[in-house]
């Protein structure tokens, strides 16, 4: 959970884009349908020497859905704790890398010198999603998160906000 | 070349498939606290967390009744 200060702002709140999360899944469900298959293409070529109870196939069939149910749950809970948050303070980025690992990267607006942003391969193209690097003063690794919808929006909202807070020089 | 058909032939069936259950009654446990303490840890919105509790063991539990089932009329 994130305390923000009482006179903090955000600007932006966001987590990863949809498609992120619908690529895991996918992965997930091609792993749940695969003994399906596997049990089709043996039963309709005949190598299947015994026939199945019924009660033993919903065993089974319980069993597996069971198992990949708790992986749905896991992938679903890693994409729903990683959030990005753009407060007129701070630039916060939450990455919940598995079970019990966890990073919390803050940056001060004030400190960012650079903003860019990668949209790499068709898919994040198409449907708009990314990463945004923020390079700050005195860094040499740069803050990075993955997947954020519009980043193109994102970083102006980070450019103006940059800019509203550096005194401008005479 | 050696055969290992029957390398499971000292277990009953009803055993292996008990093991399997076990198996996933523990799993099923296991992973919900984990996934319970991070929902509650971590979550910025309790709502969310709670109808994805509530989805999660609503189907978990059915399942675990389907295949307890299923090896009761086996």
């Known amino acids: 959970m994130i305390y923000l200060q009482q006179d903090e702002r955000v600007l932006i709140k966001s987590r990863k884009h949809w498609f992120v999360i ?109 990463a945004i690097r923020v390079q700050t003063a005195g860094q040499e690794t740069a803050f990075i998160a993955r997947g954020i919808p519009r980043p193109d929006r994102a970083k102006q909202v980070i450019l103006e906000r940059v800019d509203s807070t550096t005194p401008v020089q005479e | 070349m050696q055969d290992f058909s029957n390398i499971l032939s000292f277990v009953p069936g009803g055993t292996l498939l008990w093991a399997l259950f076990f198996f996933a009654l523990l799993a099923t446990i296991i992973t919900s606290l984990i996934l319970l303490y991070h929902w509650i840890r971590f979550a910025m919105s309790p709502g969310v967390a709670t109808v994805a509790l509530l989805i999660h063991s609503a189907v978990s539990i059915v399942l675990i009744i389907l295949m307890l089932t299923a090896l009761f009329a086996l």
């Open chain 1, 22 to 130: 619908f690529r895991e899944l996918f992965s997930a469900g091609i792993v749940y349908i695969a003994p399906f298959l596997l049990f089709l293409f043996v039963d309709v070529f005949g190598y299947l020497k015994v026939e199945p109870s019924a009660m033993g196939v919903v065993f089974l069939l319980s069993f597996w859905t069971l198992l990949n149910w708790l992986i749905i749950f896991s992938i679903w809970t890693n994409y729903y704790l990683d959030i990005w948050i753009v407060t007129d303070k701070r630039i916060i980025n939450i990455e919940q890398f598995a079970f019990f690992s966890r990073q919390v990267a803050t940056q001060r607006i004030e400190r960012v010198q650079d903003v860019q942003i990668e949209v790499k391969g068709i898919f994040e193209t198409l449907l708009g999603f990314g």
